[in-house]
């Protein structure tokens, strides 16, 4: 069985293509035209990503870049404000897990969905006595009761800037009632 005589690419160089006469490759060539490259495909259109609620965009914007791995709690952190609650700040917080913390007019929150575990803690402000901060520690502490050495804090996390710690120290005195951040 023989393959008809025709012009067919070059066995030794992709760019040629080379006579066979029927029975063995023949020293002539010729320059392989040009394949037209399809068009290019367009990506799949991208899902809409949600939008935030304006007080939690602006506290975002606020805190972009201190939010490592918690975007996931910050876009579910709408489903967990009480009716006419605005987001005052946010940062970055570990607790069981990496969450984000929250200021907001009414609380202070703590939010954290793992895989297996989830972490929800709140504090109203009418219940809050006292917020601390530990530089050595990074614990960011919430008590409702006077603070003193024996004190057992509501909840506690780590938030590791200070810079975080004081921004929502500055938005919990800001919201009413609030008690001031200190500092260690």
């Known amino acids: 069985?023989?393959?008809?005589?025709?012009?067919?690419?070059?066995?030794?160089?992709?760019?040629?293509?080379r006579y066979w006469d029927g029975q063995r490759w023949t020293f002539h060539?010729?320059?392989?035209?040009?394949?037209?490259?399809?068009?290019?495909?367009?990506?799949?259109?991208?899902?809409?990503?949600?939008?935030?609620?304006?007080?939690?965009?602006?506290a975002l914007d606020r805190t972009r870049g201190t939010l490592i791995g918690s975007m996931k709690e910050v876009k579910l952190l709408e489903t967990y404000l009480l009716p006419e609650e605005r987001v005052l700040a946010l940062c970055g917080a570990q607790?069981?897990?990496?969450?984000?913390?929250?200021?907001?007019?009414?609380r202070l929150l703590f939010l954290f969905v793992g895989i297996v575990t989830k972490q929800f803690l709140h504090v109203s402000w009418n219940d809050v006595k006292h917020v601390h901060y530990d530089r050595r520690s990074t614990r960011f502490a919430v008590y409702t009761t006077k603070l003193t050495?024996?004190?057992?804090?509501?909840?506690?996390?780590?938030?590791?800037s200070m810079q975080d710690a004081t921004a929502i120290g500055s938005a919990a005195q800001a919201a009413a009632a609030a008690p001031r951040l200190d500092v260690v």
Not at 41 to 55: G, I, Q, S, Y
């Open 29 to 58: 060539t010729a320059m392989r035209p040009a394949v037209p490259q399809p068009a290019p495909v367009a990506p799949p259109p991208v899902a809409a990503t949600p939008m935030l609620r304006p007080d939690i965009a602006e």
């Open 95 to 106: 607790g069981q897990g990496h969450g984000v913390l929250a200021c907001t007019n009414r």
């Open 1 to 17: 069985m023989t393959r008809p005589a025709t012009w067919l690419p070059d066995p030794l160089d992709d760019s040629l293509l």
């Open 149 to 160: 050495k024996r004190a057992v804090p509501a909840f506690a996390v780590q938030v590791s």
